[in-house]
């Protein structure tokens, strides 16, 4: 079966690539490189034993993408392909609606054009806005704070409504919680340009002496060590995700909302230990003002994907820092260029 993969040299789509092709599956993987280095197909390449077809274009540009789907023989498509940093969307809210609802609409009018009637949309767990309660199921209201958030939002409600108007597409959004980790040997990771805005990657350039120190957001929020709590998922299991629902709702015609979480929460603390313990060095840090806009804890209930799905988170936190820490310490600087 041939996947398109949009945004599949990215951190997610890469690992997801992998794991395609592991269950036998073609991906062809469409990028604009705009986050990306074309090194990554070299490494895929390495770790699966095979290179995916690779077409660098834009998702807003329709005829690239009629002629990827059309050429390619595509079943179904993966859509991780935007922007995902939330200061910068406060900065650039019109890139973000661009890139992500505009691209978003681009893609599907261009499969509508080709009959390709299957759709995986990277969603996030920043739809709940500040939940109520822990865990989070499905059903729980959604708001956005921020324009990325809101981008993510809209183009769950625009897929929603294309989906009504037209029953026989299969259209899954997948709400990620945090991602982290890296392929176990190393060879794949994440790597942010600039200072990075997440926890993990931030932790990891302190470890491998890029950055100082690392400031921890406020220690006085209402849990149990004060610091920040969420549900980080290995991206491997994330990718696996991706394969369990092509799998399993390639043939149930309907809009799939699920959750990808482990169900546990861990926070900025036993993160930072955790991490010491994983690559043997301290991490410094120091506790600064909390960051505007951050929730106190977010956790998923991830028992609907278990169910539906038959997937489940199966890496501890311990392969999260340890392979994390592997792909950190053997590219310090991230993939060449
Ligand atoms: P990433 O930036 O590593 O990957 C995104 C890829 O999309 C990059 O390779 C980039 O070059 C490409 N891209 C961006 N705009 C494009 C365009 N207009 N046309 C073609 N390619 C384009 O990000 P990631 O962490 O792998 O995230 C993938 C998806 O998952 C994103 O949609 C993101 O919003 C979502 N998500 C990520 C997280 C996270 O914490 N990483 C959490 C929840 C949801
Ligand atoms: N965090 C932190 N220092 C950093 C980056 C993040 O203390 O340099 C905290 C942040 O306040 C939150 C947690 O780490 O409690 C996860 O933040 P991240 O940006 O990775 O993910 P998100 O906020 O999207 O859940």
């Known amino acids: 079966m041939n996947v398109l993969v949009t945004g599949g040299a990215g951190y997610i789509g890469s690992h997801t690539c992998v794991q395609l092709i592991e269950a036998g599956m073609t991906p062809v993987i469409f990028d604009n490189l705009y986050n990306a280095k074309a090194a990554v197909l070299d490494r895929i390449e390495k770790v ?13 540009d329709k005829s690239a993408l009629v002629a990827a789907l059309k050429t390619h023989d595509i079943h179904s498509v993966i859509h991780f392909a935007g922007l995902k940093a939330v200061g910068e969307s406060v900065e650039k809210p019109l890139e973000y609606y661009d890139n992500n609802v505009n691209g978003t609409l681009v893609l599907v009018d261009a499969m509508r054009a080709v ?12 739809v709940y806005g500040d939940p109520a309660s822990v865990p989070i199921t499905e059903s729980f209201p959604t708001s956005a704070t921020n324009p990325y958030g809101r981008s993510k939002l809209m183009v769950e409600e625009c897929l929603t409504d294309f989906q009504k108007a037209n029953p026989e597409w299969t259209i899954t959004l997948l709400r990620y919680f945090n991602p982290v980790g890296s392929h176990p040997t190393g060879e794949m990771g994440e790597d942010p340009q600039g200072i990075p805005n997440n926890l993990m990657p931030f932790v990891s350039q302190v470890a491998v002496g890029r950055r ?7 220690n006085d929020y209402p849990t149990p060590d004060g610091t ?20 399993r709702l390639n043939h149930r015609k309907g809009l799939h909302i699920y959750n990808l979480g482990t169900g546990n ?19 410094p840090y120091k506790i600064v003002d909390r960051r505007p806009g951050d929730i106190a804890e977010c956790w998923a209930d991830p028992s609907k994907a278990n169910k539906d799905l038959g997937w489940a988170a199966t890496r501890s936190l311990q392969d999260m820092t340890t392979d994390g820490w592997k792909w950190q310490s053997l590219n310090p600087e991230g993939y060449p260029e």
Not at 212 to 218: A, K, T, V, Y
Not at 228 to 247: P, S
Request: charged share 25%.
């Open 212 to 218: 100082d120190f690392l400031s921890i957001f406020g």
């Open 228 to 247: 920040g709590v969420r549900d980080y998922i290995h991206v491997m299991d994330l990718a696996d995700g991706h394969i369990a629902a092509l799998k």
């Open 48 to 60: 699966a034993g095979k290179r995916p077809e690779f077409i660098q274009g834009d998702v807003r």
């Open 265 to 283: 929460g861990s926070s900025v603390l036993d993160m930072v230990k955790a991490f010491e313990l994983a690559s043997g060095k301290q991490i």
């Open 115 to 126: 009959g390709v009637k299957h759709l995986v949309f990277s969603s996030s767990a920043t």
